[in-house]
């Protein structure tokens, strides 16, 4: 069965390289600008994972299309990638020494079939000085990543607590991945290794 990630991210390549299954990554041809945040991120998440996964099933009808979208959530407040780098230092601030929640929506569709759940990972930053946030602001690209920071690699210094999927933070969360691909007929289970 021909699986294809529509995703041109590097983490969740990666990700889900981990498993032997052969697949391609293509860019979803989706707007995700014409969706609003009506308060809820789980339903956002959702709907831009899906949208991203229909797009992609007019030229590729017969393929298992795979999609996701990662939110940070705070306070009521939705931070998606930032516009520059002024927004994710912003970004990095607010989110100093606090709580927020990280929410991946994850999407397995074939033709008009489709699966979709949603992976939640609560996180605790250290309080760190402004000095130490902007050493780690300067050393990781966050214009790419959901609330302006990574968590893999010498990243995850910022963190002091997490409940939840570490991958789900880097984008991808296994279970709910081997969930939707379960639906539609690919089980990751048979491509350990």
């Not at 293509?26 to 991120?41: A, T, V």
């Not at 298992?64 to 306070?75: Q, R």
Request: charged share 20%; aromatic share 10%; hydrophobic share 35%.
């Amino acid at each position: 069965m021909r699986l294809i990630l529509g995703s041109i991210s590097p983490r969740r390549k990666e990700i889900l390289s981990f498993f032997s299954i052969p697949f391609e990554q293509l860019s979803p041809h989706f707007d995700e600008g014409k969706i609003h945040f009506e308060g809820d991120p789980i339903a956002y998440a959702q709907t831009l994972s899906s949208g991203k996964a229909a797009s992609l099933v007019p030229s590729n009808p017969e393929a298992v299309i795979f999609a996701a979208d990662t939110v940070v959530y705070k306070d009521g407040k939705l931070m998606e990638k930032p516009a520059d780098e002024d927004e994710a230092l912003k970004m990095l601030t607010e989110l100093n020494g606090s709580w927020h929640t990280v929410y991946t929506a994850v999407t397995a569709r074939c033709g008009e079939e489709e699966s979709t759940t949603c992976a939640e990972t609560k996180i605790q930053f250290h309080r760190v000085s402004q000095e130490d946030l902007l050493h780690y602001h300067q050393a990781f690209n966050g214009l790419d990543k959901a609330g302006g920071y990574g968590i893999q690699r010498s990243g995850s210094l910022i963190v002091k607590r997490m409940e939840g999927c570490f991958y789900n933070v880097m984008g991808l969360p296994i279970s709910a991945t081997c969930e939707v691909l379960q639906d539609r007929g690919i089980n990751l289970w048979h491509y350990l290794g």
